[in-house]
């Protein structure tokens, strides 16, 4: 498409579409007339990819995962249709400036944090690797919830991210389907004569597909990320009409439309919430009959069908899909259990992401046969065999009430993780350790079972997005440098190895790092009213707020800073001037999370005006971190936080992204951190704390965070100042539940680590006083980290669970 014809179809979508006119359109306008227009030469590419993956009839990877943290769609759509010079200078022809346009985008945030984003990055490297893969998920009218802070405390916000218009989104609801719930279970026979079940549910709802293009980088194929939006049926609507009981007849159909109208804002324990399993099994249910119909209506066999679906369970939110599909194939197709069983379990995969065993998700069984009654029979006998063979082979009844998919105490409940692991081919974790603590503790029953069935993915993220977009001066460098064929192929990075003693290039690496604190400098002033330095240290932490995460560690070493200039056992000059940036969201119902980002506040509201550190140390703590902030932040980070209790963080995929963009870890043997140090070295990387088996001797042993107090001169002093209300207007009781948490509980052990942490952070700032070095470190976690990218991830799936080979869309042909 040329710049003309591109600025032709923007002007015919703000006229025949948007109904105004290029001196009218607003901003609104501008962004959907643009996204129209782009949006058109990847729809060609779709059909293309569509018409290639139905006449080939290949393995579909269907990707089945509660979230999707998609970030904001233009740019990339830009990015894989190669058109943004030319929107650029279409759009300049008009007077409308491309970037001002891009900005006014709000991202569909449809997922909590890493899990979510890892579903986004695995969608595009699918597409990327041409792949035939579909991810499904659920459309929330109302995504992860947008934070402000009143008076330093989180305020939760309801996420409009559909206020702009949904132009990414291509909706069917002629192609509705039916999910149902409630009810009760009949007992039938077939036309055969054969006794069977059937399950008649008591309400319905209609699954919408709403459908997102998914362009892979550098190839024709557009892959489809389906989310379904729930409508109530005509029935609801009949109710209303013949109602006289209006009221209760809206409040029915509303009820209804609920399923996906929020996505649930909690990344630490399941809430045990009716609507969340509701919003489980719509979004399955509608997922696995909209997949088996078409390889069905393609003719493939029942017997044939683990060779053409497989579906990856992004954790156990969706893990309903297993007794969804035993009771398709049995209910309404007519297998027999074992034929049904045998396919199912060829069809299935799952992936672990949690090492905390609160975050395993479990349904009581009350609520369970409630909603789903014939799905909570066809688990019950899925598990009546499965223990029989337990019991068979190894005569434990202790190993089979361990393994059983039902928990009996402390209530009855269908244990998720269980389920899937019975069920799925293969059970993954998300990095070396992960799959290790996993094998060893978490699912240990069960890999000595199946030592086989057990294997490790570790994660990774899209170039596209967190290099290429996000760092565009970076991109240019390496372009030059290497050529840019890292963008699709990141083991490339490793020839930069060779630039690591050229003092040119490193030169121009430190003037980008430079650029990118400008940028995020102008972003956050604009965006929060926060000012900061550009020649400092910029030394971030970004995450969900969680206390295995250890934010509160980070504090407290900032605190120990202030705390010994005010004791005079520091000298301000000495400190290496420093910015350490915050982003973080707690779980509404998350006090402990919430406290601790009111502290983070309040120490930041007196360090930035304590005139004793002036130049010195600032904190910055924007509110609402997303995809759209944190593509600017990680550009611009020196130091990398990564300082989770060894053990307890599965992997992290921010982690990798900042390695990517030439930051220096500070970290934890712990997730993907353990990789990451091995791969760029230990004298490119800061290791501190204790490690996994070390963690778990002291708690075994009893933990007693308070001896580190009293030991710990530094660690008391900053203790002491936040429970002397220094940073709440002198009120002690304020962080009171904080400080007392550290002193008696500290679960997560940062008092333990706190020694060794701040004895790291000076090895941090003597190497950054020897900016050659910092920098030649920061070069060469660039040139290791190749290994990173979700590229390699998916192709580690496809080797090891996955089996399905690459599929090129057909060459459009151009007249
Ligand atoms: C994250 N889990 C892990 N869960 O914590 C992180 O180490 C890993 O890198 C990432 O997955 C990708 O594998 C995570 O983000 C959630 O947000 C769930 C949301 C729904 C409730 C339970 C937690």
């Given amino acids: 498409m040329d710049t003309q014809t591109f600025a032709s179809l923007f002007l015919e979508e703000l006229q025949f579409t948007r109904g105004t006119t290029l001196e009218a359109a607003s901003e609104q306008d501008k962004y959907i007339a643009l996204v129209r227009v782009v949006r058109r030469s990847l729809i060609e590419r779709w059909h293309a990819t569509n018409e290639t993956y139905n006449k080939a009839v290949p393995k579909t990877v269907a990707y089945l995962s509660a979230e999707y943290l998609l970030g904001p769609q233009t740019g990339n759509a830009l990015l894989a249709t190669d058109l943004e010079s030319t929107a650029r200078a279409a759009l300049s022809t008009l007077g409308i400036d491309l970037d001002d346009v891009i900005a006014t985008e709000i991202e569909p945030g449809l997922g909590n944090g890493g899990l979510g984003r890892l579903a986004a990055c695995f969608i595009d490297s699918l597409a990327t690797l041409n792949i035939p893969a579909i991810g499904y998920g659920i459309r929330y009218n109302y995504g992860i919830f947008r934070q402000t802070f009143v008076d330093g405390e989180q305020v939760e916000q309801p996420d409009t991210w559909m206020s702009l218009g949904t132009p990414w989104e291509l909706p069917h609801p002629e192609k509705a389907s039916l999910v149902g719930f409630g009810g009760h279970v009949e007992e039938t026979i077939s036309s055969a004569g054969m006794p069977g079940r059937t399950w008649v549910p008591a309400w319905h709802v209609q699954a919408v597909p709403c459908d997102y293009l998914v362009p892979g980088y550098d190839t024709e194929n557009v892959n489809t990320l389906r989310l379904w939006s729930a409508r109530a049926t005509d029935e609801f609507n009949l109710q209303i009409f013949n109602s006289g009981d209006f009221e209760n007849a809206v409040r029915a159909r509303t009820a209804a439309e609920n399923i996906s109208n929020v996505l649930y804002p909690e990344d630490s324990t399941p809430q045990g919430k009716e609507l969340r399993l509701q919003q489980q099994y719509f979004f399955v249910a509608a997922s696995v009959r909209d997949l088996l119909d078409r390889y069905l209506g393609l003719g493939v066999s029942f017997t044939n069908l683990p060779e053409h679906i497989t579906f990856q369970l992004n954790d156990t939110h969706p893990v309903v899909a297993i007794p969804e599909l035993m009771r398709l194939l049995m209910d309404e197709h007519g297998l027999e259990w074992d034929e049904a069983w045998?396919?199912?379990?060829?069809?299935?995969?799952?992936?672990?992401?949690?090492?905390?065993?609160?975050?395993?998700?479990?349904?009581?069984?009350?609520?369970?046969?409630?909603?789903?009654?014939?799905?909570?029979?066809?688990?019950?006998?899925?598990?009546?065999?499965?223990?029989?063979?337990?019991?068979?082979?190894?005569?434990?009844?202790?190993?089979?009430?361990?393994?059983?998919?039902?928990?009996?105490?402390?209530?009855?409940?269908?244990?998720?993780?269980?389920?899937?692991?019975?069920?799925?081919?293969?059970?993954?974790?998300?990095?070396?350790?992960?799959?290790?603590?996993?094998?060893?503790?978490?699912?240990?029953?069960?890999?000595?079972?199946?030592?086989?069935?057990?294997?490790?993915?570790?994660?990774?993220?899209?170039?596209?997005?967190?290099?290429?977009?996000?760092?565009?001066?970076?991109?240019?460098?390496?372009?030059?440098?290497?050529?840019?064929?890292?963008?699709?192929?990141?083991?490339?990075?490793?020839?930069?190895?060779?630039?690591?003693?050229?003092?040119?290039?490193?030169?121009?690496?430190?003037?980008?790092?430079?650029?990118?604190?400008?940028?995020?400098?102008?972003?956050?002033?604009?965006?929060?009213?926060?000012?900061?330095?550009?020649?400092?240290?910029?030394?971030?932490?970004?995450?969900?707020?969680?206390?295995?995460?250890?934010?509160?560690?980070?504090?407290?070493?900032?605190?120990?800073?202030?705390?010994?200039?005010?004791?005079?056992?520091?000298?301000?000059?000495?400190?290496?001037?420093?910015?350490?940036?915050?982003?973080?969201?707690?779980?509404?119902?998350?006090?402990?999370?919430?406290?601790?980002?009111?502290?983070?506040?309040?120490?930041?509201?007196?360090?930035?005006?304590?005139?004793?550190?002036?130049?010195?140390?600032?904190?910055?703590?924007?509110?609402?971190?997303?995809?759209?902030?944190?593509?600017?932040?990680?550009?611009?980070?020196?130091?990398?936080?990564?300082?989770?209790?060894?053990?307890?963080?599965?992997?992290?995929?921010?982690?990798?992204?900042?390695?990517?963009?030439?930051?220096?870890?500070?970290?934890?043997?712990?997730?993907?951190?353990?990789?990451?140090?091995?791969?760029?070295?230990?004298?490119?990387?800061?290791?501190?704390?204790?490690?996994?088996?070390?963690?778990?001797?002291?708690?075994?042993?009893?933990?007693?965070?308070?001896?580190?107090?009293?030991?710990?001169?530094?660690?008391?002093?900053?203790?002491?100042?936040?429970?002397s209300g220094a940073f709440s207007g002198g009120e002690r009781s304020t962080f009171e539940p904080i400080v007392s948490d550290w002193l008696w509980h500290d679960r997560f052990m940062a008092l333990a680590d706190f020694r060794a942490y701040v004895d790291v952070q000076q090895d941090i700032e003597a190497k950054y006083r020897d900016a050659e070095a910092w920098n030649r470190s920061a070069v060469l976690n660039v040139a290791r980290s190749g290994f990173f990218s979700s590229d390699r991830s998916i192709s580690d799936y496809l080797e090891r669970i996955w089996h399905a080979t690459p599929l090129p869309a057909a060459r459009r042909h151009t007249a």
């Fill in 342 to 723: 045998g396919i199912t379990q060829r069809i299935f995969n799952y992936t672990c992401h949690t090492l905390l065993p609160e975050a395993l998700e479990v349904w009581s069984v009350d609520l369970f046969g409630r909603l789903l009654p014939r799905h909570l029979e066809i688990i019950f006998k899925i598990n009546e065999v499965f223990l029989d063979e337990v019991r068979a082979k190894t005569g434990n009844e202790l190993l089979v009430r361990q393994m059983s998919i039902i928990q009996e105490q402390p209530f009855r409940a269908v244990r998720m993780a269980h389920l899937a692991t019975v069920a799925s081919a293969r059970v993954n974790g998300v990095a070396e350790l992960h799959s290790q603590l996993l094998r060893d503790n978490v699912l240990k029953d069960f890999s000595a079972y199946w030592p086989d069935k057990f294997t490790n993915v570790t994660n990774g993220v899209t170039p596209r997005r967190f290099v290429r977009l996000s760092n565009p001066e970076l991109s240019n460098l390496l372009d030059d440098a290497i050529g840019s064929g890292w963008t699709r192929d990141l083991s490339q990075l490793s020839k930069l190895e060779e630039l690591v003693d050229d003092e040119g290039f490193l030169e121009q690496f430190a003037h980008v790092k430079s650029l990118n604190k400008q940028r995020i400098a102008a972003v956050l002033a604009e965006r929060d009213g926060i000012e900061l330095p550009t020649d400092a240290m910029y030394d971030v932490m970004v995450k969900r707020l969680h206390e295995y995460k250890r934010q509160s560690l980070k504090l407290l070493h900032v605190v120990s800073l202030y705390a010994r200039v005010l004791a005079g056992t520091l000298r301000a000059e000495d400190i290496e001037p420093r910015v350490v940036v915050f982003g973080a969201k707690a779980a509404p119902g998350y006090r402990m999370a919430k406290d601790t980002i009111a502290l983070i506040n309040a120490v930041a509201a007196t360090i930035n005006n304590a005139p004793e550190l002036r130049g010195r140390l600032k904190i910055a703590f924007p509110a609402n971190y997303n995809v759209t902030l944190a593509e600017k932040l990680i550009p611009a980070a020196d130091l990398s936080e990564q300082i989770s209790l060894a053990g307890k963080e599965a992997s992290g995929t921010g982690n990798m992204k900042f390695a990517l963009n030439g930051a220096l870890t500070v970290g934890t043997l712990d997730g993907a951190n353990v990789e990451i140090h091995e791969l760029v070295g230990d004298e490119n990387f800061f290791l501190f704390g204790m490690t996994e088996p070390e963690a778990e001797s002291l708690a075994q042993a009893g933990y007693t965070p308070s001896k580190y107090y009293e030991q710990d001169e530094d660690l008391k002093l900053a203790i002491d100042l936040i429970a």
